[in-house]
């Protein structure tokens, strides 16, 4: 049994769809400070082994002030899960179809990361569109790190 949710009451505001969002929009992800043991959890589960990720005489030889995170480590602080864009488009969301990611500085044990989603395009199809977020991440000396794009497949407001 499936049940309606469009009119519930939601700390976040009231469901969207497709056509409610406006390019230039953003949403914002909650920052986070890279530590040793987001290094630990991420080798853990990826399998990337290099010592580039945990040895700091290895990267201090290889021209790095400190640990190099992973590259898939950083991606996934655009997570749009971790804001509250998934929240917003819970009966709406029909697929998370595309992601691509640019990094564009090192990031180190002991940054913070300051994610940001923003709309940056909106194609309109029969009774779906597709919502392009161009992620970015800057780190605390406001160095742009990453910039990508990921693309969601959203229903339309029945009519």
């Known amino acids: 049994m499936s ?3 469009s009119t519930r009451a939601s700390p976040f505001g009231p469901q969207r ?3 409610d969002f406006k390019l230039g929009e953003t949403f914002y992800i909650p920052s986070r ?3 040793e043991a987001h290094f630990a959890a991420f080798q853990a589960a990826s399998g990337d082994n290099h010592p580039i990720h945990y040895d700091r005489v290895f990267c201090r030889a290889h021209g790095h002030r400190d640990l190099l995170a992973h590259g898939y480590q950083v991606a996934i602080q655009t997570c749009a899960g971790a804001g509250i864009f998934p929240f917003l488009v819970e009966d709406s969301l029909r697929a998370f ?8 500085a090192p990031v180190y044990a002991g940054d913070t990361l ?3 989603l923003e709309v940056a395009e909106l194609k309109e199809q029969r009774t779906t569109g597709v919502l392009t977020m161009r992620s970015t991440i800057h780190n605390q000396d406001d160095v742009l790190v990453l910039e990508g794009t990921q693309r969601y497949l959203l229903k339309k407001r029945a009519t």
């Open 33 to 35: 400070t890279v530590t």
């Open 97 to 104: 179809i595309e992601q691509s990611t640019r990094f564009l």
């Open 17 to 19: 769809y497709f056509e």
């Open 114 to 116: 300051y994610p940001l």
């Open 3 to 5: 049940r309606d949710t």
